[in-house]
């Protein structure tokens, strides 16, 4: 057990050094989400009124960390694929350490830049206005919220890194799944006024249960019954991605 | 002679229908430098990541230390220091933080870490350039950083998969020397190599892979001396040798020492055939100047491990292998 801590914090503490001295991935990253939250917020305000109400920005917010928190984790394989491509990973394979140090010390440092990047999102949103009606309480069962969603997202990720053969094929991947699964969901309109097969994709889209517990936490309140039937959504699908991906990788990192 | 410490069983490996290997057999003694010698899709390849247990093969089987690899693969890993042809180092990373990481990669306790980083970074000749990131250190400098990285744990078995691939002369040189060093500490060193004066200059013995059989085995030397030995050409001054007597007595005081296999008279020259020129050329002089007679020039040829992979692959080490495996 000690010596699966050391080896998981030295690996953990090598992606950390690449989160500081790399910040250009992070932007790459918020790059969409940041754009959509100033521009589309600001664009959409007058037509939306109607629709949602006076203020777009703070609708559009849950769909901006969704998207956020889905494109950090969907990209968090892509390094453990250059360890691959480059020999990295063969020479840390080489030693004995468990394989699944490997995914674990991943899986954390993606997930807390994940945290990192919604919470950089949510500053962002509170600057251009937005009031969260939970408070200081609520930031935290946001950013929770953006956590379950980005484990499952992770555990593909980390598999695609696995079964895929070069790094080209991952970011075709993410460039069509990030964001129009975005749209795929109720991240920047209801539900209802979707046309009907988009709000058959959208009701078993994983992103939808976030943004709609995320969206109550920022405009109305707090509302358990929805925040339960959310997180056990999102743990089940937690599960079943991180079932899947354990099977798969057992295979992969024999 | 002590138990081989690493023995390799009758390895055999395919993918698909392309045959890697082919039933290798080999041992290594503990101390000494081993070299794998072929041309690239040989199996040098197959063969490393077999001894590193990332491919299992599909018949035989290899001993680390007494350890069976495939029974024990973790305690197996313990045992090996593997540094792979490519430069594997992190370009975000300092010198020290790869070292760091291995340390912690191969569980060494806090207690020794720092002394077995310096004493790393010392061999390979770091010191002093431990807080460059990686990228900005040249591509030599790197290599000798993806070795310190590998001797950390002290393993008693490195493995170098081609380890002076694309390296400049000097730093070629200096790798060279690191590896000898690891062999006076008494580490065993499994060596790949593409190129044939670097099995000679650093190997105790060779083995020659060819199509995923070993064609040749044995210390360079000993497979040179199976081609024949080394050629020493002696040359007298031809003003007293006006009838060839001296050439004849030369033959004749040459052919009483014990390391001439034969000699043969080519004009002014007697060509000497022998097991290996080191020894023979001073004896040889030593003769000459007991009989009184005196040497214009003394040249010798050798037959090198090209030779010795063109006899016995039936085609010049520069044609290659296949490509793959």
């Keep these: ?254 | 002679m002590s138990a081989p410490f690493v023995r390799i069983e009758n390895l055999k490996k395919s993918y698909g229908s392309v045959v890697a290997l082919d039933g290798i057999s080999l041992e290594v003694e503990r101390g000494k430098i081993f070299g794998l010698l072929g041309p690239n899709g040989a199996g040098k390849t197959t063969t490393v990541k077999i001894l590193i247990t990332l491919v299992r093969p599909d018949g035989g089987r290899v001993e680390v230390a007494g350890t069976d690899v495939f029974k024990d693969p973790a305690k197996a890993r313990s045992l090996i220091g593997y540094v792979p042809q490519e430069l594997t180092t992190d370009p975000y990373l300092t010198a020290r933080e790869h070292l760091r990481y291995y340390a912690d990669i191969y569980h060494l306790p806090s207690a020794i870490r720092e002394s077995r980083m310096q004493e790393a970074l010392a061999l390979v000749g770091l010191a002093g350039l431990e807080d460059r990131r990686a990228r900005d250190l040249s591509g030599g400098t790197k290599k000798k950083l993806d070795l310190a990285c590998g001797l950390l744990h002290r393993p008693p078995v490195i493995l170098l998969d081609e380890p002076s691939l694309g390296l400049d002369v000097q730093v070629r040189r200096d790798v060279w020397m690191y590896i000898l060093r690891l062999k006076e500490q008494g580490t065993t060193v499994f060596l790949c190599t593409n190129y044939m004066d670097e099995a000679e200059r650093l190997c105790d013995e060779v083995a020659i892979i060819d199509r995923g059989k070993i064609v040749a085995l044995g210390s360079p030397a000993t497979l040179r001396s199976r081609l024949g030995g080394d050629v020493v050409s002696v040359e007298i001054a031809s003003a007293n040798d006006h009838d060839g007597a001296s050439l004849e007595s030369l033959d004749k005081t040459v052919s009483q020492l014990s390391m001439v296999q034969r000699s043969v008279k080519d004009g002014t020259r007697l060509k000497v055939y022998v097991e290996s020129n080191e020894a023979a050329v001073p004896k040889i002089l030593e003769a000459a100047a007991a009989a009184g007679i005196s040497v214009h020039s003394i040249t010798y040829s050798r037959p090198g491990l090209d030779d010795v992979f063109l006899h016995y692959a039936g085609r010049a080490f520069s044609e290659g292998g296949r490509n793959g495996a």
């Design chain 1, 1 to 254: 057990m000690h010596e699966f801590i050391q080896e998981t914090n030295a690996q953990f503490r090598r992606w950390m050094i690449h989160l500081r001295r790399e910040p250009f991935s992070l932007a790459f990253n918020l790059l969409n989400p940041i754009i959509l939250l100033i521009f589309m917020g600001g664009a959409f305000q007058g037509l939306a009124r109607n629709s949602v109400g006076e203020d777009y920005r703070s609708y559009l917010l849950p769909g901006i960390l969704a998207l956020t928190a889905f494109g950090n984790s969907m990209g968090g394989g892509i390094p453990l694929l250059f360890d691959r491509e480059n020999g990295f990973l063969l020479r840390l394979m080489s030693a004995p350490i468990s394989r699944s140090s490997i995914l674990v010390s991943r899986f954390l440092a993606v997930n807390l830049s994940t945290m990192l990047q919604c919470l950089l999102i949510l500053v962002l949103g509170i600057l251009f206005g937005v009031r969260i009606a939970t408070g200081i309480g609520g930031v935290a069962a946001l950013l929770g919220t953006g956590l379950l969603l980005g484990f499952g997202i992770t555990a593909i990720s980390l598999m695609l890194a696995f079964v895929l053969h070069n790094h080209g094929d991952f970011f075709a991947i993410m460039g069509i799944t990030a964001l129009p699964l975005t749209f795929l969901s109720s991240a920047f309109v209801p539900l209802e006024t979707l046309p009907a097969w988009m709000r058959l994709v959208a009701r078993i889209n994983p992103m939808t249960y976030a943004i709609d517990a995320m969206r109550s936490l920022i405009l109305t309140g707090w509302d358990a019954p929805r925040l339960l039937w959310t997180v056990a959504v999102l743990l089940v699908f937690d599960a079943a991605m991180l079932w899947l991906g354990a099977r798969v990788l057992s295979r992969q990192l024999a």
